[in-house]
C-alpha cells in the first residue's frame, strides 16, 4: 500500500495542468505517520508522501542520460510524472524511483487519473489520506 496526502495530489494535480501540454517531473518524499494530523489510523512508522521539490527546467545533462540530477536521490522516496497525452502508466522515458505517481488529464486524484506505481510499472495499491503536517509557529519550529 501507498499512502500519499490528499493536499499532496491536489498540488502535484495543479502543477500537472499549469504545465500542460509539457510534462512535469518532481521528486516526492514521506514523513512517518506519527508526524501528521490527521492520520491517527496508520501505524506511527508508516512512510506517507507529504511533500515535492519544485520542478527545475531540464538541463542538457538530464536531457541526454534521462536522470534528474537536481534532487539528491536520498531526498526525494518518489517520483511524479505527469503524462499530458499519454496513458496512466509508467514509460521508459520516466525517472525511475521506487515508488513513481503518474497523472493524466483530467488532473483528479481519481484512479482514472492519478495512481501509483514500483520501478517496474506494476500499478500499487494507493489511498489517498486526509493528513497534514503539524502548522509551525511563526519562528519555524513546531513547539
Known amino acids: 500500500m501507498v499512502y500519499i496526502t490528499r493536499a ?7 502543477l500537472a495542468s499549469d ?7 518532481t521528486g516526492v518524499s514521506v514523513s512517518p505517520a506519527r508526524y501528521l494530523e490527521g492520520a491517527w489510523d496508520l501505524p506511527p ?3 506517507v ?4 521539490y519544485f520542478p527545475t527546467d531540464r538541463n542538457s545533462v538530464n536531457a541526454v542520460f534521462g536522470v534528474d540530477l537536481a534532487t539528491p536521490a536520498r531526498s526525494a522516496e518518489g517520483r511524479f510524472v505527469s503524462h499530458p497525452t499519454g496513458e496512466l502508466q509508467v514509460t521508459k522515458r520516466d525517472d525511475l524511483s521506487q515508488v513513481i505517481f503518474v497523472a493524466v488529464p483530467p488532473w483528479t486524484s481519481d484512479g482514472a487519473s492519478f495512481a501509483a506505481f514500483d520501478r517496474f510499472g506494476s500499478r500499487r495499491e494507493l489511498e489517498i489520506v486526509d493528513a497534514a503536517p503539524p502548522e509551525l509557529s511563526p519562528s519555524g519550529d513546531d513547539g
Open 8 to 14: 499532496l495530489v491536489e498540488v502535484l494535480c495543479n
Open 19 to 25: 504545465a500542460e501540454p509539457n510534462q512535469v517531473t
Open 45 to 47: 512508522e508508516t512512510p
Open 49 to 52: 508522501f507529504t511533500d515535492f
